[in-house]
């Protein structure tokens, strides 16, 4: 199976009692957070090569600088960790 069809695996939404209202908007919301529409409007047009190399880096440089800002957010949440300003 390829990379592409593994992303949908397992991306079933029960609709219950006839009810579509919530149950489109779970499958809206979980489109949404897999950035599906995003992909879906940018693969409309054709995207100029030197386009896709910067929207890559950009793609790349955020993906770098969540990681480290994570990174130091759980280091400053960390507990029992001694006190660095003692008198």
Same mark, same amino acid.
């Given at each position: 199976?390829?990379?592409?069809?593994?992303?949908?695996?397992?991306?079933?939404?029960?609709?219950?009692?006839?009810?579509? /209202?919530?149950?489109? !908007?779970?499958? +809206?919301?979980?489109?949404? %957070?897999?950035?599906? *529409?995003?992909?879906? &409007?940018?693969?409309?047009?054709?995207?100029?090569?030197?386009?896709?190399?910067?929207?890559?880096?950009? /793609?790349?440089?955020? !993906?770098?600088? +969540?990681?480290?800002?994570? %990174?130091?957010?759980? *280091?400053?949440?960390? &507990?029992?960790?001694?006190?660095?300003?003692?008198?």
């Amino acid at each position: 199976m390829s990379q592409n069809h593994l992303r949908f695996m397992a991306k079933t939404v029960l609709v219950r009692n006839n009810q579509i /209202e919530p149950a489109y !908007r779970l499958l +809206d919301g979980i489109l949404k %957070r897999e950035k599906f *529409f995003s992909d879906v &409007k940018r693969h409309e047009r054709y995207e100029k090569p030197f386009l896709k190399r910067s929207r890559l880096a950009y /793609e790349r440089c955020r !993906r770098i600088y +969540d990681s480290e800002m994570q %990174r130091k957010i759980e *280091f400053v949440m960390r &507990k029992n960790r001694p006190d660095p300003f003692l008198r």
